[in-house]
């Protein structure tokens, strides 16, 4: 198992930056994949990015070029860097990890931090 405590949400204007932040409980070596989704209400739950224990990153095509998934082993922290942010960002970001253990794969989230975009 693993807990996630994401931090880092907040309101800012368009055009401006945020760094959202995501503690796991666990090593993160240990952990598959960690990545950020979010979601507004009255809508699915939608991925943002995701980042492998192998580097390997994946982004949603409305994000690219201006969103950045990163991780810091040695703090057990995944980050979003969020750079010239849009009213249609505004959404509860959650942090999830998804942890393979023999054939079975786990996903955890965390309780999700919220990013308002005025205009």
């Known amino acids: 198992q693993v807990q996630l405590v994401e931090s880092g949400g907040g309101l800012v204007q368009a055009g401006g930056s945020l760094r959202l932040s995501c503690v796991a409980s666990?090593?993160?070596?240990?952990?598959?994949?960690m990545g950020w989704y979010r979601q507004v209400p009255g809508k699915q739950r939608e991925l943002v990015a995701t980042?492998?224990?192998?580097?390997?990153?994946n982004y949603a095509d409305s994000v690219k070029g201006r969103f950045t998934i990163s991780r810091d082993n040695a703090k057990n922290t995944v980050y979003l860097q969020m750079n010239s942010l849009k009213p249609e960002d505004t959404a509860v970001y959650y942090c999830?990890?998804?942890?393979?253990?023999?054939?079975?794969?786990?996903?955890?989230w965390g309780q999700g931090t919220r990013v308002t975009v005025s205009s």
């Open positions: 999830n990890a998804a942890i393979q253990e023999r054939t079975l794969i786990y996903t955890y």
């Open positions: 666990r090593n993160s070596l240990s952990i598959n994949a």
């Open positions: 980042l492998t224990s192998g580097g390997v990153t």
